[in-house]
């Protein structure tokens, strides 16, 4: 949140005059609270000072402050676009520590509402970002209203699970908290096959577009180098040709299990990411059909319910856990004392380490395209600033 | 009635009509993007929200007139009305049937033109007077895009004037009584797209509406006002929007030229000059915003050469034929 | 490079370093989990460039800090050789009262940030970094919020 001492990285210009110009806090493309000052000459952005922290409220704080029961359901207002990613990685953590198995059903429910989740979290992410190259006022935000009733469709699925649209609360140290409701598989899979087909729709829509593909390609590139020394994560790095996804490196929970494939692309521009993102859109819906299909029964639990928030306890020990979320690592580093709540919790927000590539590869680029590029990062603010 | 109040009663009737047909035009639009866009609509206000334009013009004039403390308050304040003042205008030389209009000057294409590229005046004062960096910025890019843009809008426009063999527009809407100039072959249909994309561009719709650029200059040029203003400058961009649809009807359309009486050429013409409207309505909530140095260069290295041989091709094919007109 | 490798690597080349300090540690971070490896506070930026050049730890996950009270603060980075799977947590005590760590900027980009958050929120000062100033909180933030002596009701003008 500091702008004084501004230490701008700029770009070596031989123009005449500069302007300076706010972009946020307040801004219609900032996608929360960001706010970037922007050194102009003329069209292009010679230098940025990106300012963040609006949105903090010390998430790390606050876990030493809750139980191991209480806090999954805060976990989910860090990324609150995909709020299901979150608590999934805290439970593991938990979980890791105090070595608690977790049955084979709640590993597949786990599954199929991340899976379902990172649908949800990338139609926005479409949505949002066409929003900011095409405005408001155009062919935008067409496409933003579409991919926003694809997303309605999940978040009904997740309502009839969880009884919550945003903020689930749905994992927790041991399993799910909910098992599914009658009819809800066939509700899933009806939702799937449509998504999986208005899916082509948008590619098509926009593939088919030369100024879509004008303002993404070669637009924003992020090198190999630079994608691994910032630990970027997600579809950033494998729109820049690093051949790395936690479902498949980790295998974490049950995705052993399933077939899916890992889209990489080398060129590492806005394009590609688009390109990685799309992909996986349809590596999900893959995911939570494979899933539904080979179902086991059995407990959702492996704890039984609780009387106090303070019943769940884990012993002494550390444990980082990591999710591939929808916008990349998503990692949570607990340590526990023994007592029912932890002594230290790290927050890995992928949106943090994701953004901290706008000053390295924004300077020389138009003011345009400084939208397309943030919009292509899909930051979350608050687990920017947690 | 004596003869010289018809020069007065006429534009008072044009211009009310005009802003009528504005404010409804608006309806219009929205209705068609909400539909495109799998949405309803304005529906609470009125019938079918019939009465959304009212509602929201009442609004805007009820809304406070903020001024910022370090605007340039005398071009702050006139740019709206230089604004609006060519997009009226605009309306003088057409004639929406036979005989019917304000002004069918000799030069009525050619006045056309030269006004409505006079609403550059406008922008670039409210972006300066705004004293405000987004504004700025777009003020910069209004001169950049309308100066690249209006050149092949003049050439495509100037199409239809070579095949007609006038610049006056009766007698180019008269020329097409047998066949439309857009189905003049290859011609009419190459000068109608190069005519339609000019259009938008120099009407600042998206996906050429760099100026408003919502995502990045928030609104542009128009950031600072509100109230009586903003409706002001959104009424001469409509108008602006509507007097080019209605130029493109009369150029390549046929303008009134359709079956049924005489008396019905003015609504043909004006169904036709909201189709053309439609067509730029669409264009605009399907594509995506292009860049500023994108849309200089799709102007200077793609458009322009391509209207000029169009127009000199234009020019070779009249003067073979040995005669003007279809 | 297999975690054993790595091990055995480290134990040759830095045998001050301590790898998985307790058994507790190495059971708790799982076999597939990170090598675990404190570093005296002198080796820590030459740890690191071991860590990036020889282990082929490239991928910068994040840089945190945990106030261990009276034991003083102990500096936490976790990097991965993304093409082999190596996962490699680096741990620093600065010792009881200090506050101040060499700075990793050199050697990942993606450090800057982490370690001005880790400054906004803890007060460690990385000796080296280019551009140290809060970036969460805001300038005139007294105190440092995640010391276990920061109280969470501590009050903050103008709020309370």
Request: net charge neutral.
């Amino acid at each position: 949140m500091t702008t004084a001492n501004a230490g701008r990285v700029e770009l070596d210009y031989a123009g005449s005059e500069r302007l300076t110009m706010n972009m946020g806090p307040q801004h219609p493309s900032a996608h929360g609270v960001f706010r970037a000052i922007l050194t102009l000459e003329g069209e292009t952005v010679v230098g940025i000072d990106a300012v963040i922290g609006y949105l903090h409220r010390c998430h790390e704080k606050l876990a030493e402050t809750l139980t191991y029961a209480q806090y999954p359901s805060i976990a989910s207002k860090t990324d609150y676009v995909a709020a299901m990613t979150s608590e999934f990685a805290y439970v593991r953590a938990a979980e890791t520590i105090g070595t608690i198995e977790v049955p084979k059903r709640a590993e597949y429910l786990r599954v199929i509402a991340a899976e379902l989740q990172r649908v949800a979290s990338h139609l926005l992410w479409l949505g949002t970002w066409c929003l900011d190259m095409g405005g408001a006022l155009g062919g935008g935000a067409t496409i933003f209203l579409y991919c926003i009733r694809e997303r309605e469709l999940i978040l009904d699925l997740f309502e009839s699970l969880v009884g919550a649209r945003l903020l689930y609360g749905f994992y927790q140290v041991g399993g799910v908290r909910y098992d599914l409701p009658a009819g809800w598989a066939d509700q899933c899979r009806t939702t799937v096959d449509l998504i999986e087909q208005r899916i082509g729709e948008y590619e098509r829509m926009l593939e088919d577009n030369p100024f879509f593909m004008v303002r993404t390609q070669g637009v924003g590139v992020i090198s190999r180098e630079l994608a691994q020394e910032l630990g970027i994560g997600g579809p950033l790095l494998r729109g820049s040709g690093v051949h790395h996804d936690l479902r498949r490196a980790d295998g974490y929970s049950s995705y052993r299990d399933f077939e899916f494939a890992v889209p990489v692309e080398t060129s590492g521009d806005c394009f590609a990411r688009y390109r990685v993102r799309m992909v996986e859109f349809r590596q999900a819906l893959r995911i939570v059909r494979q899933a539904l299909d080979r179902l086991p029964d059995g407990p959702i639990s492996s704890r039984p319910g609780l009387k106090s928030v303070a019943q769940v306890r884990i012993p002494k020990g550390e444990a980082y856990a990591r999710i591939e979320g929808a916008r990349g690592e998503v990692g949570c580093y607990l340590i526990s004392d023994g007592s029912a709540k932890p002594y230290r919790m790290k927050w890995r927000g992928a949106s943090f380490s994701n953004l901290a590539v706008l000053p390295h590869i924004i300077p020389g680029h138009k003011v345009a395209d400084v939208v397309a590029i943030m919009g292509s990062v899909d930051p979350v603010f608050g687990e920017v600033d947690r | 009635m004596p003869e010289w109040v018809t020069p007065l009663v006429a534009p008072f009737i044009l211009l009310n009509a005009v802003i009528g047909l504005v404010t409804y035009v608006t309806l219009l639009e929205r209705k068609f993007a909400a539909r495109m866009q799998s949405r309803i609509g304005p529906y609470r206000v009125g019938p079918h929200g019939l009465l959304q334009p009212i509602a929201d013009a009442i609004k805007l004039m009820m809304k406070e007139d903020v001024v910022p403390t370090a605007a340039d308050r005398p071009v702050y304040n006139l740019a709206p009305v230089v604004f609006l003042i060519p997009c009226m205008l605009i309306f003088a030389t057409i004639p929406f049937a036979p005989g019917l209009g304000v002004a069918d000057l000799n030069i009525g294409v050619l006045f056309f033109l030269a006004v409505s590229a006079m609403e550059i005046v406008g922008l670039f004062m409210a972006g300066w007077g705004s004293n405000n960096k987004y504004a700025l910025l777009s003020a910069m890019r209004a001169v950049n895009q309308v100066i690249s843009y209006d050149l092949p809008f003049i050439f495509a426009a100037l199409t239809p004037v070579l095949l007609a063999g006038s610049l006056r527009m009766s007698d180019i809407a008269a020329a097409q009584q047998g066949l439309w100039f857009i189905f003049y072959p290859v011609i009419g249909q190459l000068a109608f797209i190069a005519f339609i994309v000019a259009t938008v561009a120099s009407e600042n719709r998206a996906p050429f509406d760099i100026l408003e650029a919502e995502s990045e200059l928030v609104a542009g040029f128009r950031v600072e006002y509100s109230g009586m203003k903003f409706a002001i400058i959104q009424l001469g961009e409509y108008a602006h929007v509507i007097g080019a649809s209605f130029l493109g009807a009369l150029l390549f359309l046929g303008a009134w030229a359709g079956p049924g009486p005489e008396w019905a050429g003015p609504i043909w013409f004006l169904i036709k000059a909201m189709l053309v409207f439609l067509l730029i309505t669409w264009v605009r909530w399907s594509f995506v915003r292009i860049r500023v140095d994108q849309i200089l260069a799709l102007s200077w290295k793609a458009l322009m050469p391509a209207t000029l041989v169009l127009l000199i091709a234009t020019a070779v094919v009249v003067v073979w034929r040995g005669h003007a007109g279809v | 490079m297999t975690g054993e490798q790595a091990r055995a690597a480290i134990a040759e080349r830095y045998p001050a370093a301590t790898v998985d300090a307790s058994a507790l540690e190495r059971r708790s971070l799982g076999e597939g989990g990170p090598v675990t490896v404190t570093v005296p506070v002198d080796s820590w930026v030459e740890f690191a460039h071991f860590a990036k050049t020889t282990l082929g730890c490239r991928f910068f996950s994040f840089l945190s800090a945990v106030d261990w009270k009276d034991e003083g603060l102990e500096v936490v980075v976790k990097v991965d050789n993304v093409d082999t799977g190596l996962s490699l947590l680096m741990k620093t005590r600065l010792g009881p009262g200090v506050s101040a760590c060499p700075s990793l900027t050199m050697l990942y980009r993606g450090a800057d940030w982490m370690e001005r958050e880790c400054y906004d929120m803890f007060g460690i000062r990385f000796d080296g970094h280019p551009d140290l100033r809060r970036i969460l909180l805001g300038d005139d933030w007294v105190g440092h919020p995640l010391l276990k002596s920061y109280a969470v009701d501590t009050p903050h003008p103008p709020y309370r």
